[in-house]
């Protein structure tokens, strides 16, 4: 039984390192998801960057001074 006992206690820390591993890799391509799914949203050419563009622009134009020709 004493075998038995030992030859556990040498495979757990293996285990866990696998663990680790796995768990790092998930996370990576959780990351890389992540990170195509902002490149697509905010993008040069995405839907949110273009909304974007015309809420600002709608901004611009209501803060910008407008000139009169009479006040030259």
Not at 28 to 47: C, D, Q, R, T
Not at 53 to 67: G, L, N, S, Y
């Amino acid at each position: 039984m004493s075998m038995n006992i030992k030859t556990m206690k040498k495979r757990i820390p293996s285990s866990k390192k696998k663990q680790i591993g796995a768990a790092a890799i998930e996370y990576a391509v959780v990351a890389g998801l992540v990170a195509i799914l902002l490149v697509s949203i905010f993008g040069s050419e995405g839907a949110m960057s273009e909304a974007l563009d015309a809420a600002f622009a709608k901004v611009t134009e209501a803060i910008t001074p407008t000139t009169s020709s009479s006040e030259t």
